[in-house]
């Protein structure tokens, strides 16, 4: 019995340890930062793993701080810490932190809390941070095409009738779109059917590519997967190659692949855990994507992610 409490003083005091640590090293970086704000963060913070928890609480305080550079730093740090956590009630709290950072007085940082919150499972947010997410739907809220889209993911259709307001308010073309695409993902067929008429005159080439395509793909709407299916199948050589030197126009079914491989569910190609095509013969891929896109007309759309 003696030995058992022995072992647990002595791993009780190693997590202490390593907590204080990486606590130290944190408050130590921020001391820093008001002279060298490109300071990175301390690899001890980003490796513990066992105090996660601590280390979110230990950087609250800084959320508040005069200092954009620190407010900003803090909120990034949050987002690390939570990302990389596999503990729901870490990532649930890092998400809460982030949501309130919506409404920080600086636009970048706002702009930026709404970014990384695109990185969590819908999970993570709790029915607090949801309301703190469908409130900032508003056209005084900076990147609020951002937010509706967010609102989107989430399937807040609480919402629905301010983001229907933001089509129709005296807000820019960007955030009348981003509500449109927020309220198709929501499985608002009025919203689905104005997207794809937008798209019957819609050129496919580059900017179609890097700029549409992505906001299709975030609806998770088998109308307008179909289309994107569509050019999978197509044999339209309009985009460039990915080879700089190359002035060789290239399939643009090629780019909407590496799209779809990722959220069509089942299909032959192989893609890594970030959602990356990891294929080396595209040429042998886009064939036998277009051969089990024949074969499975009735394929399912993964919806778990943003």
Known sequence: MKSYLILFLVVLGSTIGNAQKSVQDLNAYFAALRNNPTLPLPKSVLDDGQNEAVLITALVPYLGDTLEAIRGKAYNAISSIGQKSTDVSVRQSAVTFLAQGIKDKSTGIGGSAG????????EDFISSTRKLVGDAVDIQTPHVGQVVKLVGYLKLTEYTNKIVALTKAKASSKVKWASRL?????G?????EYVLTKMGTASVNDDFIYDIAPDLIYTRQRKLFNYLVSIVNSDTYLCESADPDSGQKILCAYRVMEYVASVIENNPLKVDNSGTLNENNYQQALQDLRKWLLQNPNYKIKDNGY
Do not use: Y
Request: hydrophobic share 45%; glycine share 0%; charged share 30%.
């Open 182 to 186: 927020a309220l198709a993902r929501m």
């Open 115 to 122: 970014e990384t919150l695109t990185n969590f499972n819908r």
């Open 188 to 192: 608002n067929e009025e919203a689905i």
